[in-house]
């Protein structure tokens, strides 16, 4: 009997031998990644701005136009639109939004208006915010602006129609500690 189980024992310990080192590196590298903290969210904004102060009284007779794309994917989480207008005397000069004006539409990658503005009148900052429902259409979107409107400052009174439209769009990704990329 102790020759069977001084058989047996060599057997063990040349399967423990031969395969600790396997066995080794998985217990090794679950023992480091408890050590490692957890994967999270990480959110990036890209920031498409477009903006335009009139300076001449000239240019009320060419349309500023204005044509920016950007990429919405399934990383997109929230796409928003901020606009501010500001025509001189706008409350004291009627308008008949053909003068001066601006005009704003986005359009997602399927051909649909996502949000859109037409002003002829100060327009006071206005956020707006689009959530996808259940999924933003993913491709290229774009931003059309048209405007019109008076600028000058010659005779020491500055009139300059001016707006800004700036579109955040929020993609989110998972984040691993000590790897630099998003997955």
């Not at 044509?67 to 399934?74: A, G, L, P």
């Not at 000590?178 to 997955?183: A, I, K, M, W």
């Amino acid at each position: 009997m102790r020759r069977s189980s001084r058989g047996a024992v060599l057997v063990l310990m040349v399967l423990l031998c031969s395969t600790s080192g396997c066995m080794g590196l998985i217990a090794a590298r679950e023992g480091v990644e408890s050590l490692r903290e957890p994967a999270y969210e990480s959110l990036t904004n890209e920031k498409i701005e477009v903006s335009h102060e009139f300076i001449s009284p000239l240019e009320l007779l060419n349309e500023y136009t204005n044509r920016s794309t950007f990429i919405v994917d399934d990383q997109t989480k929230e796409v928003r639109v901020y606009f501010r207008v500001s025509f001189a005397f706008s409350d004291l000069l009627p308008s008949d939004n053909t003068t001066r004006y601006v005009r704003a539409t986005l359009t997602d990658a399927e051909g649909r208006i996502q949000w859109q503005q037409d002003v002829s009148e100060d327009a006071q900052p206005l956020e707006e915010r689009l959530q996808p429902n259940p999924d933003f259409a993913q491709g290229e979107w774009v931003l059309e602006v048209s405007a019109r409107g008076l600028g000058e400052d010659t005779f020491g009174t500055p009139i300059k129609d001016n707006f800004d439209i700036i579109v955040t769009v929020t993609h989110g990704c998972m984040q691993f500690p000590l790897v630099d990329e998003c997955s």
